[in-house]
């Protein structure tokens, strides 16, 4: 049943970089307003806050979840805090979107979909590559059957900030604040759109990981401290249709800020999807697929979305279930199935085995 209300209220937890995406989505909406940011650090929350027109800038996620006017939460912070404020907030009733990953480990991640389903609210995972014209036009096609049953899926999420050995120790790098490394950040997209660009579930995984530099400068200039999470992960596996797949993630690839790609490979065709070609597809279909020709193919007009469009574009669905009173589309669902796949990697680089996905 829809939801009778005129302004849903979005409190945004976190004010980094990120959150301003989830602000502007929020505001954008004609359905919906942000009405505070909350961070500990209320000068950062108050920055964030007047730099995107919202009213209020709180430290306490209590009085944020106290307030009446606010009906959801976005919680974009560091993945140790996700499931604390997520629990939270849905015993408050709020409808909830969280960051990914969803939770530092596979438990965190079981006790927040089992509140979600206590709460009986809306809830998302922010996974923003899904909706990159490329990949809404690649899923268009393999759902239209045009490559037919689906043998290889190859998948790459890279960047290269972290070669040069100055950059500090931040959170990202800390375990006790991320949970994981590369794989969380980067690689957990990949896998997520590996699965939803082809439409196929991961089932198994054998996994490889490691950390390239060891130790970093403090933040402050103070020594060096270890870096105890992967800086890379390398992932073969197997899909539900008995589809074979290699998906790979690295902050350490010398490339053009961000090297991000996909290749599906079926019986009757094949799709290759490059973040640095936004407007085209490379495809080998219908009867040039009979020829082996591989073209260029102009992504249609009502399939594209600008950078700003589908970096929010997760906010906006999470409005327009809360509005319509349905779930959305990565909910927290998808969100622990990932977390199932991070955690049977991480097993796999442990036992050096195959490992089953728990779900």
């Known amino acids: 049943m829809a939801k009778e209300m005129g302004e849903i209220g979005i409190g945004i937890i976190g004010s980094g970089n990120w959150a301003g995406h989830f602000i502007a989505a929020s505001q954008r909406h004609s359905r919906a307003r942000a009405v505070a940011v909350c961070n500990p650090n209320i000068a950062s929350a108050r920055l964030m806050a007047d730099k995107h027109g919202v009213t209020d800038a709180v430290g306490d996620v209590e009085e944020i979840l106290a307030r009446t006017e606010v009906d959801a939460v976005a919680i974009v912070t560091p993945n140790d805090s996700h499931e604390e404020i997520a629990i939270a907030a849905l015993a408050a009733g709020k409808h909830v979107i969280c960051e990914k990953p969803m939770a530092m480990n596979l438990e965190e991640a079981r006790r927040m979909k089992a509140a979600a389903d206590t709460a009986g609210v809306v809830t998302g995972i922010n996974f923003t590559w899904r909706h990159s014209s490329a990949a809404v036009y690649a899923r268009h096609l393999v759902s239209q059957g045009e490559l037919g049953r689906i043998f290889h ?35 957990a997209h990949i896998i997520d759109l590996s699965e939803w660009v082809s439409g196929e579930r991961i089932t198994s995984v054998v996994a490889d990981m490691t950390t390239f530099i060891e130790e ?28 074979m797949g290699s998906l790979t993630s690295s902050r350490y690839v010398i490339s053009e800020g961000m090297d991000q790609r996909l290749e599906i490979y079926g019986e009757k065709g094949a799709i290759l999807m490059d973040f640095h070609n936004p407007d085209s597809l490379k495809a080998s279909i219908g009867r040039f697929a009979g020829e082996n020709q591989m073209l260029s193919i102009p992504i249609p007009a009502r399939f594209k979305q600008t950078p700003t469009g589908y970096l929010q574009r997760n906010v906006k669905n999470f409005i327009d279930a809360i509005v319509a009173g349905e779930q959305m589309s990565p909910s927290f669902a998808d969100g622990l199935h990932n977390q199932e796949i991070l955690e049977a990697v991480e097993t796999s680089v442990s036992e050096r085995s195959w490992v089953d996905i728990a779900g």
């Open 216 to 243: 970093r400068p403090l933040q402050g200039g103070s020594g060096t401290g270890p870096v105890d999470v992967d800086d890379a992960a390398s992932l073969m596996v197997r899909f539900g249709n008995g589809a």
């Open 153 to 187: 899926i190859n998948g790459c999420f890279h960047q290269g900030w972290l070669i040069n050995p100055d950059v500090p120790l931040i959170w990202r790098l800390r375990k006790d604040k991320t949970g994981s490394g590369c794989l969380g950040d980067i690689g």
